[in-house]
């Protein structure tokens, strides 16, 4: 896999996960402060899929360069998939609770609507990384890991 192709790919993982992230936080907290209710689990899987994509980036970036023994191609790909089903499920159920809403105003609710967009363009990502990977780890096998 070429460095210059998948570096800005994992950037942009980066910081749209940093995105959702604080975008998700905020809604979980206006739900925890102004409603009596907790916050939706839709919400709270976006958080966990912004923590899981920092974990992953972490183990896709940083084993393969410092121990590289421990780093099986097989293991990254599945990782990398495993983003994409976590980020499509996040974004079409959030995207679902919100169109099911009677009303949707104010700044928690473009908040909302701003997480979608933005697990939508981290589902696109992984998905082409994901595919750049498979691509990789396909046509080399277990005999050299992609770099």
Known sequence: MGL????PLRIVQGLFAVV???LSSFVAHWYSVKTVISSPSQINFLLFGALWSFLSLTYLELIPRFLPRL???YVSLGVEFTNVLFWFSGFVS???FLSK???CRGAVC???QADVAFAAMLWI???AS???RAKDVFKAGLSKPPA
């Open 71 to 73: 780093s099986n191609p």
């Open 4 to 7: 210059n192709i998948i570096l």
């Open 110 to 112: 473009h908040s909302a």
């Open 20 to 22: 959702v992230l604080i």
């Open 130 to 132: 994901a595919s750049l």
């Open 101 to 103: 809403l009677l009303f």
């Open 125 to 127: 990502v992984w998905t």
């Open 94 to 96: 959030l995207a679902d």
